[in-house]
């Protein structure tokens, strides 16, 4: 994309500025029951090769059966991704030779994926843009097994589990120029994955994993050559290993160097990449045809079938949540960055105040569960306990901190907030009578604050938060200011 470089994304060198350029092949493995061309379970964690079909193992004269599901997941994906969705698709072999893909090839598509052009639109914390990123393709493949190389001395072992288990490889293009754009393009895609329900995204188990291709380039240059750094499994690394290997390639061609293209590793506990193997070119992989496996055709009704059922996505759930509740941009995309959130603002939102909703649940809600390590689906706050606190606030019958001592013991020891108030005497002091005799006493008692106050009337927060003292926090807020004004003389 030849935009105009943005200087603050520029990495200064020794001999002046370099841009990154970054296209990422994110690796999703398909939600579904049974692998790509097997029966076989996807289930994580069994024992080692107790999920190996004939067909995984690739024993002489099994077949591979196309699973339907997965092409379903795989048109879904590419709706939500807003792409071209290719009615006729092929399948190839991408012949290599590795211990832990025992037919020493990998059924791919190469020329004709099932899914082209689409695009993903991107929020950057970092520099407050909205950057677009174009997708190129995505398509259907296989995932190779296992390699254990720690159980013995001498010997290492295969673990055929994953082997065959269904991936989308969705590519990008060139379009990401820094590590804070490569985290939120990870981030919002594995939102949109979620959402649609293709992919869990759980990088833990290495079920969304990225081939990062990193260059530098003089702005306004050609692009250079590029490196890929393969299978970095966390979000965290995506950024550290982009920033690591444009360090390195730029300090190469500063001291008169030229780049290899070739296949890298990231080592988080080094800090470093390190060289793995030249880079291949497609004609090394001896791609052709699969001869086993027909072309995969549906038609556009096929499509449309599947299209009238998405979810409603990120992009479009968030605009809803700025018009309907007000939200502000910013709020709206921290609710929708998970489903589960987004369902949980607007259980606690109906019928409500939607920007007290979105308040509490991001300050007050997302604060504690971080601090304690837990996400939306284990909170012990559920949404309608949420509800009835902003309702109290609402009805004033407790204030903004009393509801904050309030969230605490529901966090804590669960209940419901209205009994735990009428139990406990949480409600706060209305009666202008009993707030009039605090004021009184905390006045009579700081005769020369008063004075003081009439002339510099900023004074005023001290004797609120005297009288708020005065009556345990639970005098009404707006009462208590409009009675000082009154005993102070203050306009």
């Excluded at 211990?99 to 914390?125: A, F, M």
Aim: hydrophobic share 40%; with cysteine.
């Amino acid at each position: 994309m030849n935009a105009p470089v943005n200087p603050k994304k520029l990495i200064k060198g020794a001999t002046g500025d370099w841009e990154i350029i970054v296209g990422l092949e994110i690796h999703a493995q398909v939600t579904s029951q049974a692998k790509l061309f097997s029966g076989a379970s996807t289930a994580f964690g069994g024992d080692p090769n107790s999920h190996v079909s004939l067909v995984d193992a690739a024993m002489p004269g099994m077949l591979p059966v196309i699973n339907e599901e997965c092409v379903r997941q795989a048109i879904r994906t590419g709706l939500g991704l807003k792409a071209e969705i290719n009615l006729r698709s092929t399948f190839d072999r991408k012949n290599y030779f590795y211990p832990d893909l025992p037919q020493g090839y990998q059924i791919s598509q190469y020329k004709s994926p099932i899914v082209g052009e689409g695009e993903v639109i991107v929020d950057v914390p970092e520099t407050g843009e909205t950057i677009i990123v174009r997708i190129e393709r995505l398509h259907l493949e296989q995932d190779a097994g296992k390699s254990i190389h720690d159980l013995h001395p001498t010997m290492s072992f295969v673990d055929l589990n994953r082997s065959g288990v269904a991936l989308m490889e969705i590519v990008s293009k060139p379009d990401i120029r820094s590590s804070d754009e490569a985290r939120a393009y990870v981030t919002k895609l594995r939102t949109i994955l979620r959402y649609l329900g293709t992919c869990d995204g759980d990088m833990d188990k290495g079920n969304l994993r990225a081939d990062v291709n990193v260059s530098v380039r003089r702005p306004g240059e050609p692009l250079g050559t590029r490196c890929e750094i393969k299978n970095v499994n966390s979000i965290r690394f995506i950024g550290q290993a982009i920033e690591v290997e444009a360090r390195r390639q730029i300090g190469i061609i500063e001291d008169g160097g030229t780049i290899d293209q070739e296949t890298r590793l990231f080592d988080p506990g080094k800090g470093e990449t390190r060289s793995m193997r030249s880079k291949e070119e497609a004609h090394d992989y001896r791609y052709f045809p699969d001869p086993d496996l027909l072309p995969l055709e549906f038609d556009q009704a096929y499509v449309d079938d599947l299209a009238q059922y998405l979810p409603e996505l990120p992009d479009a759930k968030k605009a809803r949540f700025m018009a309907d509740y007000g939200l502000s941009a910013y709020d709206a995309s921290v609710l929708v960055a998970e489903r589960a959130s987004a369902d949980y603002f607007e259980e606690a939102a109906k019928g409500r105040d939607g920007k007290a909703a979105a308040n509490w649940i991001i300050n007050e809600l997302f604060g504690r569960l971080n601090k304690e390590g837990k996400d939306i689906s284990s909170s012990p706050v559920s949404a309608a306990q949420i509800g009835a606190i902003i309702d109290l606030i609402g009805e004033n019958v407790i204030s903004g901190k009393i509801a904050k001592d309030l969230f605490e013991i529901v966090f804590t020891e669960g209940g419901d907030p209205r009994q735990i108030v009428e139990a406990r005497g949480m409600k706060q002091v209305t009666d202008t009578g009993a707030i009039e005799k605090a004021i009184d006493e905390v006045i009579a008692a700081n005769p020369d604050k008063v004075e003081q106050a009439k002339a510099k009337p900023t004074l005023l927060g001290w004797f609120v938060g005297q009288v708020m003292k005065q009556t345990g926090g639970k005098a009404n807020p707006q009462a208590v200011n409009e009675l000082l004004k009154s005993k102070l003389g203050i306009e």
